[in-house]
């Protein structure tokens, strides 16, 4: 059985290798591409204002690393405990990971356990939701679809409850969701994984969207797909996929997934 790894390209081969030190064999298929915003002023400005923030939520290890690169002073120094006190917030592992390699304090970094059931805003906030207090500032650093704008389910809802919190929320779009271009041999491997059994994973609604423009007209009913979250399934179900099946988006619980069902 093969597993086609629908992470953007910065993961994907992270995943792949990942995959293989647990028997399964992956292949990378990046079905939503990132690239930095064209405006970089509004993420220069957020930079230079990270101290009024009581916290700054990161979407994404992509956020975090595209926040955080290049900047002066860096963030090992902007970040440091006797600098500043703004909290950062990552909703997942990889999130957490990229922070924590720019140089952000690890006591200063929020994020779901290790086993939580879920990496995402919804998971994120039963761990920070005691901290938050009226009146204070929160960024949240994210991507946009390249059509809409749009910073995803997720984020909106966590917007929510801050707001419900007194909190004011602020936003700054750091990178662009774009439809890939795959080449030729790349869009025959996606037929082909359309009914060989292959297995799709899919850790964002975004790249099923992607795929169906990639492949429009395809019968995706033979299809198999692992989605990593709630939203994700029903999105892989609303595009045709015959079977579709759920899992922890952590390795070694997708591994398992993956043994039963082959």
């Known amino acids: 059985m093969r597993v086609i790894v629908t992470r953007p390209e910065r993961e994907a081969g992270h995943w792949v290798s990942q995959l293989a030190l ?25 930079w230079d204002d990270l101290h009024l923030f009581a916290a700054a939520m990161f979407v994404s ?4 690393a595209l926040f ?30 990229a922070l924590l390699a720019a140089g952000v304090d690890a006591v200063l970094v929020d994020s779901p356990p ?53 909190v004011a929320v602020e936003t700054v779009a750091v990178y662009v969701r774009r439809v890939p271009r795959l080449d030729a041999q790349q869009l025959a491997l996606a037929r082909q994984a359309a009914g060989d059994g292959s297995v799709w994973l899919f850790s964002s609604s975004q790249a099923i969207a992607h795929l169906e423009r990639l492949l429009p007209g395809q019968d995706w009913s033979a299809a198999r797909a692992l989605a990593t979250h709630s939203r ?31």
């Not at 990378?28 to 002023?41: G, H, K, M, N």
């Not at 290890?61 to 975090?64: H, K, L, P, R, Y």
């Not at 899992?247 to 069902?261: F, G, H, N, T, Y």
């Open 22 to 46: 647990h028997g399964v064999q992956a292949q990378a298929l990046p079905l939503i591409t990132i690239e930095p915003v064209a405006d970089a002023a509004p993420v220069q400005r957020a």
């Open 114 to 166: 290790p086993d939580a059931s879920q990496f995402d805003s919804e998971a994120l906030w039963r761990e920070v939701a005691g901290q938050v207090r009226a009146g204070e500032r929160v960024l949240i650093v994210r991507g946009a679809d390249e059509d809409t704008g749009a910073q995803g389910a997720g984020r909106e809802w966590l917007s929510a409850q801050l707001q419900a919190a007194g």
């Open 232 to 262: 994700i399934a029903q999105a892989a179900r609303a595009a045709g996929f015959g079977v579709v099946c759920e899992s922890r988006p952590a390795v070694d619980a997708i591994a398992r997934v993956l043994e039963s069902i082959r």
């Open 61 to 64: 290890g992509n956020a975090a």
């Open 68 to 97: 955080l690169q290049g900047k002066v002073p860096p963030a090992r120094v902007r970040w440091a405990q006797d600098a500043i006190k703004t909290r950062a917030w990552a909703p997942g592992p990889g999130t957490r990971e």
